[in-house]
């Protein structure tokens, strides 16, 4: 009985060993799988150029999707023959990258982000200011923890952010008296339940106790 483990079991561990993203190594699982799949549950080193180009080639003229997701899907073929099957395959670099379309990003005004702020209240007013007042992504905001914050500083240290790198983040003074709040509010729930370990707590623990 083989002792080799499963595919997509070396193709996690491959990811977490090169410290890619959860979000990432998610994608890439499901790509790989969807690939298998799309072949009739054919083992990836059973397959080749071809079968890669006729997949993405079928994801964008008949799933129709973006450029982005395509491209993804692209690298996620990359990296599990790169990575994993570890096959001299020159026809990957070969393969054509689809373009991304060139738009204008779509920014609210000033009016526009008070007026969706005057509509929320709680910590859902206090993570969307956050998003808007310090640049963060949804995710890196969802995962701040207690430590992360330096009021003294008016600053933000961001942990494992895009592309798996720690960044610091300027703390808007508005935000200073309704993030101390906040944090007030967390510490007293995380005291009574949990007792040490406050410095660890992410910030919106209190988003689903209200």
């Known amino acids: 009985m083989s002792t080799q483990p499963k595919l997509l079991d070396r193709v996690r561990d491959r990811l977490r060993y090169k410290q890619y993203s ?13 690939f298998i799949y799309f072949h009739g549950k054919r083992h990836p080193e ?8 006729v997949f993405l080639t079928h994801l964008a003229t008949k799933e129709k999707v973006a450029a982005a ?18 096959r001299d395959l020159p026809w990957l670099d070969g393969v054509v990258r ?14 526009e982000v008070r007026a969706l702020l005057a509509r929320l209240e709680g910590t859902r007013w206090l993570i969307v200011s956050m998003l808007y007042g310090t640049g963060m992504r949804l995710l890196e905001c969802l995962r701040l923890r207690v430590k992360d914050v330096d009021f003294e500083m008016r600053q933000i240290t961001i942990r494992e952010g895009k592309g798996n790198r720690d960044r ?4 808007p003074a508005t935000l200073i008296e309704p993030l101390r709040n906040h944090l007030s509010r967390v510490r007293a729930l995380h005291e009574a339940d949990l007792g040490d370990g406050y410095g660890e707590v992410y910030l919106p623990f209190a988003l689903a106790r209200k």
């Open 168 to 171: 610091v983040t300027m703390l």
């Open 69 to 86: 997701t395509q491209n993804q899907a692209l690298s996620a073929l990359l990296f599990l023959y790169k990575e994993i099957i570890q």
């Open 98 to 111: 689809p373009k991304r379309p060139v738009r204008l990003p779509i920014v609210l005004t000033e009016n």
């Open 46 to 53: 059973q397959m080749n150029g071809p079968e890669v180009e």
């Open 22 to 34: 959860l979000r990432t190594e998610q994608a890439y699982i499901h790509w790989i799988k969807r």
